[in-house]
């Protein structure tokens, strides 16, 4: 006897419970996906988008679990191609920032006066060790690339086919790939030097752009559970009705609502840069990260057992704060950085910099 | 859900005026002055703890105590952003504003909204001169979160109404002029249909103010005996009959301030401060970080209330999120400054050093989570408002 059917005949299991794209049916202008191997359906925001867009197009992304890197496209990978002065390619990219390279000039002996000063003729580099984890390197067109090279901070860029790919994922099991670069040469048109303030910036970017796609996972965690908490009736009544219910709900609701206000606080101050920028990044990452565990929780436990199983869509948002949570800098390190700059007659100044 | 569906966690975008700018620089030069007179000391929970009527009109003087009511009124017609730069400015300087806190914040508005001509010409100029303190007269023994039940009653007189009943945790009534009390005017079948306000004045004759102590000792809240009060006509707040409506159309308000997360600041000043004399440790910083990131969230929903009551709105459901948030907060981040750098509360350390500032902001921590509507009764405001919407 089939285990998954009762007795009218009517089977538990939907058929197709395990295809995940059903899950992501309300996909449309910000994303149109159908599977994880066809990157180029999703449709990125336009080029000329503001931050603030940027940034509510990656809520939106995460809100929907979008099997695509449009956070890291478009938050982090072209503005920093744009602002090093390289051409930004198209389809979905992405980005390593201060990864462990070893690298050296490739051309060190033709000339000691090219443009790239005393070390070679040209800034063409020799790059050679791994990046790590590197979000999409799979579907990506081009990966940018943020190092120190001899004559300083660098900033190229490499297509993932030039490199030995190891796939890998995170707990959503969305591709972490390992690139290997065994040695590879970059040439000099891709490469740019940049300075350490723009290494900062990608750092921030980064940290924004996952921030955001948190905020868009725990809003969705909150839709997902308030729609299952009126829904399901035990005792006689929706579980709503319930005070143990409510008062855990509304953590969960004002848990993500916090993501969300340090999100848009940061979008400003990430154009102007500087302190106001460093601040409310740092303070919008420390607080989605931290925000991760009480949401998760939370929105676990008002699901029941139905909410660990694919059965659900809630693992698409839970599994993806689990891991967001750590990407780009968990919240120690934000936190570290946060609260580095602050003394007893800073602080006050430093929370009202923004409005 | 897409982009264009107002997300019930989206608090509109905070732009504050230009001239908040100038006005927080005026209001730190102002906190400079009086921190050299040696009354600004940066205490936790000021606006409850702090009363200095020579502070409150002091602060007047400048236009900054009704600042919201219209000019001709005696208010300096400035708006809610532009009250809210002043008091989060207050706040986190730990200045004492309790005196004129009532009156700022709820009297004022309210009897501008409600109150007659002749109230508002009486009583607004004197609460913009930071010369008229008012009391919120609502709980009693018997009615904490369930107000509606109160039974404080107002009997018809020729000439007005007679008040008699009991009034708890009256904060400040022994100090104070007036009291906005919530009582019963009719016995109708709908119980919140029967509760009218009125302004009693505190030193009537038939009022008995009766100190209750907290547990720490001090005097700040008061049992306040109505006994047969008279209260003349003009003395009623608004409609009869409209008591409730009045009371919770003041929530929102009430809910959202910088008061609801910024009570126990001054010990994460204080903190710093320690922290200053030696390297922090990597827990230390963590810690630090992690609370100023939640203080700074918190405050981007507080603004973004502040902001929706600006424009107009009444966001009740996220003045009561705002409440929830900020309010554990205050009693979080005195349990965090207390692990992190390990120091005995002593009540009878030195007033203000880091001991005593403890002492005081734990002794007080208890009230955080109560005062103005728990916090368990804010979550189910919370989880109606957004089930409403679906
Ligand atoms: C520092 C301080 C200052 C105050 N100042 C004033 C003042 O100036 N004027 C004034 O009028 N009042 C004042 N109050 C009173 C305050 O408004 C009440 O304390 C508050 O409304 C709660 O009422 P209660 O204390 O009677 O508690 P109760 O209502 O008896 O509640 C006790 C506990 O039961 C919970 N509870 C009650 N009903 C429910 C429910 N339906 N669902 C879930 N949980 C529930 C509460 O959340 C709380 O945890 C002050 C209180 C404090 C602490």
Redesign the interface.
Known sequence: MNTHTIDTGTPVIPADAYDTTVFYA?A?A?ATVTNTTAPDAVALPCQDASTAELL??AQ?AG?RAVPAPLAETALVARPLLRRAGLPVPDGPLSYAIAPELTIRYAHPAASPVGSAGCLGHDDSLLVTGTLRRVPWARAATAVVVLATAPSGPVLFTLTPDQAILTPGGNLAEEPRDDLHLAPLEIPAAQVRRISPELLDEARLRAALARSALIAGAA?RC??LT??HT?ARTQFGRPL?RF?AV??E???L??E???????V??AAAPLDTGGAAAH??V???K??AS?SAAEVTRIAHQLHGAIGITRLNPLHLATTRLWSWRDEDGD??Y???????P???TA??PT??TT? | MSPSTPSPIAFPDIVLPESARRLRAEVRAFLDEERARGTVLGRPDSWLAGWDDGFSRRLAERGWVGMALPTEYGGAGRGFLERYVVIEELLAAGAPVSAHWVSDRQAGPSILQHGTEEQRRFFLPEIAAGQCFFSIGMSEKSSGSDLASVSTRAQRTTDGWRLTGTKMWTGGAHVNDYAIVLARTDDAEDRHAGLSQFIVDLRAPGVRVEPIHLMSGEHRFNAVHLEGVDVPDGMLLGQQGDGWKQVTGELAFERSGPERYLSTFPLLISLLRELEQRPPTAEQLTQVGVLTARLHSIRRLSLGVAAALDAGSAPDTQAALVKDLGTRLEGTLTDTVRSILPTPADPHATPGTHPELLAFALLHSPGYTLRGGTNEILRGIITRGLEQRR
């Open positions: 309300d449309d910000i509510a197009a939106e809100h809003e909150v839709d308030v729609a009126t709503s005070q409510k008062q709900e509304a953590r609701i004002e993500a609502a916090l993501v969300r206000a340090a848009h606080a601040f409310t740092a303070a919008a420390t607080q931290a919240e120690t934000w936190a570290h950085r946060l609260a580095r602050l003394t007893a602080l006050w929370l009202t409005p």
